[in-house]
């Protein structure tokens, strides 16, 4: 499956199934201050799990940082 993921085009031979699979593998299993939007729809967190992921998706993983 090639999916998009942060302006990157990537292939997956064994692809992550839903968000929640993409997030883990993609941040190391960090899940605190991050937010993802396919196709320019934001997911909410708490529907990680129910949101299968499709070739061809642009995905879009942010990190919130702190500084000033």
């Given at each position: 499956?090639t999916l998009n ?28 201050g991050i937010a ?15 949101t299968p992921l ?15």
């Open positions: 499956m993921i942060n302006q990157q085009t990537r292939f997956f031979e064994d692809p992550p199934q839903d968000v929640a699979a993409l997030v883990a593998l993609e941040m190391q299993g960090k899940t605190k993802v939007a396919i196709n320019q729809q934001v997911i909410p967190k708490d529907r990680w799990a129910d499709h070739e061809q998706d642009q995905i879009l993983i942010i990190s919130a940082t702190q500084g000033g």
